[in-house]
């Protein structure tokens, strides 16, 4: 089946500096990937849409510049959170839709903790 | 915008009660509806979609265009189907849509 790798799992940074997350499809060419923010106990808010060789998408409200999402292979997108602040801190989820595929594979989430 | 409620935040049921877990949908196209299911510290994992009409781990969901609905059922919940329970849509057709969730069902069941 469809594996989606996301990595770190947690991570805990100071306020500031930047985080990279990867997102990785294991087994299948994902030429969309998607950026999912998660609250605790909320649903999941979409920030970006990644798109293999261009920009990516946003969502209203997402800044572009603090959040900088790169999908430069048709199986690795990240995403760059950037001078980190503490109310960047939350559960930062992927996902991506295999071609001729109706479902989407999700990623294990990262928690990132800005301290 | 397209949009999906679930009314219910928390839902509990005793193990072998029938379940039933409400969504909503706004979209008046012809949207891709999913069901997502979130066990303790686990991923997202595909539950069910319209389109398959399949039954997994005994649940159900049929979509109702007229109600907008995309309701998920169970005869007889275990233990085990306790976990959070997302619904999604897409705009429709097969194309590389976005989702969008409600805001999710906790489900409990008791022994």
């Known amino acids: 089946g469809a594996v989606v790798s996301q990595h770190p799992s947690w991570v805990i940074c100071k306020s500031g500096t930047s985080v990279k997350i990867e997102c990785r499809s294991l087994d299948f060419q994902a030429t969309t990937m998607f950026w999912y923010r998660q609250f605790p106990k909320q649903s999941l808010m979409l920030m970006a849409t990644s798109n293999e060789g261009s920009k990516a998408t946003y969502e209203q409200g997402v800044e572009k510049d603090k959040f900088l999402i790169n999908h430069a292979s048709l199986t690795l997108s990240t995403l760059t959170v950037t001078s980190a602040h503490p109310e960047d801190s939350s559960f930062y989820i992927c996902s991506a839709r295999r071609q001729g595929d109706y479902g989407y594979t999700f990623g294990s989430g990262t928690r990132l903790t800005v301290v | ?111």
Request: glycine share 8%.
């Open chain 2, 1 to 111: 915008a397209q949009r999906v409620t679930q009314p219910e935040k928390l839902l509990s049921v005793f193990k072998g009660a029938p379940v039933e877990l409400k969504c909503n949908y706004s979209y008046s196209g012809s949207p891709e509806l999913f069901w997502y299911v979130q066990y303790s510290r686990q991923r997202l994992q595909l539950l069910l979609r319209h389109i398959s009409r399949e039954s997994i781990k005994g649940f159900t969901a049929d979509l109702n265009k007229g109600e907008t609905s995309f309701h998920l059922k169970k005869p007889f919940a275990q233990e085990e189907d306790s976990a959070m329970y997302y619904c999604a849509s897409t705009a429709g057709g097969t194309s590389y849509g976005k989702l969008t969730f409600g805001q999710g069902t906790i489900l409990t069941v008791h022994p």
